[in-house]
C-alpha cells in the first residue's frame, strides 16, 4: 500500500497519519476520496486534513487501552477477551446487560489489606478517640492491650473479644452518625508503613478494570467480608461503586423514633458475616441473580467464585496473588489477614485466571510512582 | 396571534397543526420563517410540512399524558409536580439521579391483596401439591385445615402453624427450584372470586407511575412485608422493577455443594422481616440511601413512610386508599389484611398525598375494562 500522507499539513494534523504508517493511513485515502497525486488545491488539503484528524480521533478512542496499567500478559487478555465475548450481539457468549453483574472482594482485591484490615485500624482509632470517655477501659481487656498498642494481645482475646471491640466502635449510634464517623476517618487516616491515605493504596489496574467493565454495561459490585456500613461512605468516590451496589457484613439495625425523628440505631448483634459461604448468601439476597464474574484474593472468595463460575454459559474466575515484596506485600497460602490456599488451588482445577501482581501488573496505585 | 396552518397540506400534515391551534401552531411559523402571506412554491410547501410534522412529534412526546389512568384531580398533580420539582436542574429542589430512589410496598399497592395475601394462596396451593407426598398432613395441623380449605382455622394456629405452613412450602429446596416453582405457579393462578391472573390485577395506574418515575431518571424498588424470593421471579415482567430492586422478608439460606455442584439451599427459618419497622431496615440493608419517594396502604408502610419522608430536601409520601367496592375491594381502617389507621392518621400531619381509588384512578387494572 502506499502511503498517503501528503506533504504540507502542519506537523499536528498529520501526526495521527504518520504514527498510523501507510497501513493505518491508507484506508483513509479511500475514505476521503481525494486524488493525492494531482496538485491539491487549499481547500481540499483543508478537507483532507480535516478526515485525517477525525478518524485519528476514531482510531485513538478505538485503540485507547483500557487497561494501560496491566502488562500484555496472560490475566489482561483473558480479561479483555472475556469483555470481547459477552458483549458480541448475535455472538454465541452474548449476554444482556441485565446478566453482566460483576461482584469483587475487597480487601486485597481492590485495595491492600496488609498488615492488617483497614477496618481494624479504623476500630482501633475509634476505640483511642473514646477511651476518655471510658476510663474503666485502662483496666479491661481487649481495650487495655488495645490502649498500649499490644494488637496482638487484643485480638487473643478471640470472638468474645473482637465483638466487644465492634460493639464499642460501630454500634450504639445511627446509620447516619456513624456515617459521618467513617467519612471523616477515611478522609486523613493513612498506612502506617507508607504514610499514604488508605484511599491511596486501591489497586489501579482493578480501577481500571472496574471502568472497563462499565463501560461495557457491566454492574459492578463489592462483596466484602467488611462492614457494609464501613465500606458505603467512600466506594463510590474512590471505586465508582454505589452504596446499593455494596454487600458486605451487617450488624442489626433497629428503627425507633427519636424526639419524633425516625433513626435507625446500630445494635451490637451480628445480622451477616459475608464471608466465605456467607457471600453467595449476601449475592442472593442484595443482587438476585448469579454474577457472571467474580475476583477475590482468598479463601474467604472461595464460595463466591464457586457459585459465580458453576453458573451456565460465560463465566469468568479472577484470583489475586499477592507476589509484590517491593511494590506491595508479598504472601501466599498463609498469612497474618488469611489464607489463598484452597481458592489457589481450586483456580487450576477451575480454569480461573490468577494475577500475579509483579508479573502481570506495571503499576499498583493511581497517585505517586510504584 | 395568526393562523399559520397553510391550505393545500395533506390532513395528516395538517393534524397537528390543527388540534394546536393558533397558539400552538403560531410558534412554528416563527422557527420556520416561511412567509405565508405569499405563494409558497412547491418545495417550500414540502419544509414546512416537515417542520410542523417533526414539531407536532415533539409536540406530541412532551404533551403526552404519562398518568392517563388517573383523574385530573389532586393525587395526580401532586405526583407530577414533585417530579417536575425534583429534575429541573438548578431549581431549588432538584436532586441528581443517584438520589432519586423511590419505594413502593407490593400487596394492595401495586396488586390487590383481598381477600388474602397471593402469596398465602401460593402457599396453600402449594401444600395442596405436595400432600400426597405427606401422608401425616390428614391430622396435622395447620395442614389438615388447609386441606379442607378453611384457611380460618389454620391461620388460628397463629405463628407457630404459620412457621410451619413457610417451612413446607417456602424451604427445604435450593433458590433456583424455589423459583421455577413461583415462577409455574404465578404463570397460571388465578384469582378466586374474580377468575384473573393475579398478575393481570396489578393497578394500571401504578404501572403508570413507575414508568414515569423511571422515564425521569428514578429508581423503583418494592419494599413489601411478601417474600423477596416470592416476587422476584416475576416483578421486573410485571412492573419492570428487577431482583436487585425487590426489598422484601427473607428466609435463612445455606451454600452447600451438592455432587460438587454449589447451590442455595432455603432453610426453614426466617432471617428477616420486611414489615412495619422492618421496612426501612431493610431499605438501608439493600439500598443504603434514604428514599424520596415512598407509597404504601396501611400500617406496615407507616415507618417506611415516616423514613423516607423526614429526611432533608424534597420529600413525597403517597398512600392508597382502597374505597373502590365496584371496580376493586372498599375497606377503611381494618381489613381482614391489615390495618390502615396510623398510616392514614399520619398522612394528615405529614402531608402525605391520599389516593382515593374511587376517585382518583379511571381505570384499576390493565387488561379488560375496569
Known sequence: MRHCCPAGLRLAELDDCARGGPEQAAPLCVLSGIPLDAEAPAMKIRS???????AGIIARAAAADPLPSWNDAAPRQAVLDFVARVTTENGPDFLPPEQRIAVFDNDGTLWAEQPAYVQ??????????????????ADQQPFQAILAGDLKTALASGEKGIAEILAATHAGMTTEEFERIVADWI????????????????????????????????RTYIVSGGGTEF????????????????????GKLK???????????KLPEVDHID????????????????????????????????WTTAGEGPRFGLVVHHTDAEREFAYDRASSVGRLD?????????????????????????TAAD
Open 48 to 54: 483532507f486534513a480535516f478526515v485525517v484528524a477525525f
Open 120 to 137: 481494624l485500624a479504623f476500630a482501633v482509632d475509634r476505640i483511642r478517640a473514646l477511651a476518655p470517655q471510658h476510663p474503666e477501659w
Open 275 to 306: 464471608d466465605g459461604p456467607g457471600k453467595p448468601v449476601g449475592i442472593q439476597q442484595m443482587i438476585g441473580r448469579r454474577p457472571v464474574l467474580a475476583c477475590g484474593n482468598s479463601d474467604g472468595d472461595l464460595q463466591m467464585l464457586e
Open 187 to 218: 478522609a486523613a487516616a493513612r498506612h502506617p508503613q507508607t504514610g499514604r491515605l488508605y484511599t491511596d493504596m486501591v489497586y489501579q489496574p482493578m480501577l481500571e478494570l472496574l471502568a472497563h467493565l462499565r463501560a461495557n454495561g457491566f
Open 231 to 250: 465500606m458505603r461512605p467512600w466506594t463510590e468516590r474512590i471505586y465508582g461503586i454505589p452504596p446499593e451496589q455494596v454487600v458486605g457484613s451487617r
Open 255 to 265: 428503627f425507633e423514633l427519636r424526639d419524633g425523628a425516625p433513626v435507625l440505631l
Open 342 to 366: 484452597k481458592a489457589l488451588d481450586a483456580a487450576g482445577e477451575h480454569g480461573w485466571t490468577v494475577i500475579d501482581m509483579r508479573r502481570d501488573w506495571n503499576r499498583v496505585y493511581p
